[in-house]
């Protein structure tokens, strides 16, 4: 399928255009289901999942004009027949992944079988990624943790680190993860963000040295479009490839 790896949303409207470019219709003849799973990990996260479906979210992609708008709620799954929902993410023109907690999201993407079903979905179809749902698509991604995470499946493996940032040295773990491995690179999301200051350019580039695969840095006006494999960016801001 296609994808649209994004760490904001659909915040501006190249990226906006790069979206119905890939859906090939307007947004209003296009049918989605939004995956709030990866918030839930947060304090507070069942009301950031309500503000994201209701649209009243930091940036829009619930609130863009969808023809439908279902909810598939991933831990769900593994307690549900597969007649009962596979056929309706066949069946969706775009799989709207929210952010949160990147480690947990891709554990409950192979838990729940969607790790294994996104290969098979029509090529029309678009995988639309923020934050951490881009994250979770890579084969390998890094993600900060204040506290070590906490779940039934752990990190590949961890680290302490110390970032430097303007207010000073944050110290962090530093988690490498699996992901369901749809595309051939990795995304570091929130690049510069005052919010995330280990996610600096400086301090990015010490979290891709961890993946053995090409590494997109982005900054919430950036997007990563993909079709056929083949990646480009989509930005009106700020973002970074890093090599191995």
Not at 26 to 44: K, M, Q, R, V
Not at 184 to 203: G, K, Q, R, W
């Amino acid at each position: 399928m296609r994808a649209l790896l994004t760490s904001s949303g659909i915040k501006n409207s190249s990226i906006h255009d790069a979206l119905v470019d890939l859906l090939g219709k307007p947004i209003a003849e296009s049918n989605a289901l939004f995956i709030p799973t990866a918030i839930y990990p947060f304090p507070g996260g069942p009301g950031m999942a309500w503000r994201a479906i209701s649209g009243e979210g930091p940036s829009p992609l619930c609130g863009l004009g969808w023809k439908s708008l279902g909810v598939l709620e991933l831990t769900a799954l593994p307690s549900i027949e597969e007649a009962a929902w596979v056929p309706t993410v066949q069946a969706a023109d775009a799989l709207l992944v929210w952010g949160g907690d990147p480690l947990f999201l891709a554990n409950w993407m192979r838990r729940s079988g969607l790790t294994g079903l996104l290969p098979t979905l029509r090529s029309e179809a678009v995988y639309v990624g923020v934050s951490a749902g881009s994250m979770a698509v890579a084969s390998t991604f890094v993600e900060t943790y204040r506290e070590p995470p906490r779940g039934n499946d752990g990190p590949l493996r961890s680290e302490d680190i110390v970032f430097a940032t303007p207010q000073g040295d944050v110290d962090r773990i530093l988690v490498t993860g699996q992901g369901a491995g749809l595309v051939d690179f990795a995304v570091i999301p929130h690049l510069e963000h005052p919010d995330h200051p280990d996610a600096s350019l400086a301090n990015a580039e010490r979290w891709a040295a961890r993946i053995p695969a090409p590494t997109y840095a982005i900054d919430d006006e950036t997007a990563i479009k993909v079709v056929d494999g083949a990646a480009q960016v989509v930005s009106e801001g700020q973002w970074k490839l890093f090599q191995p």
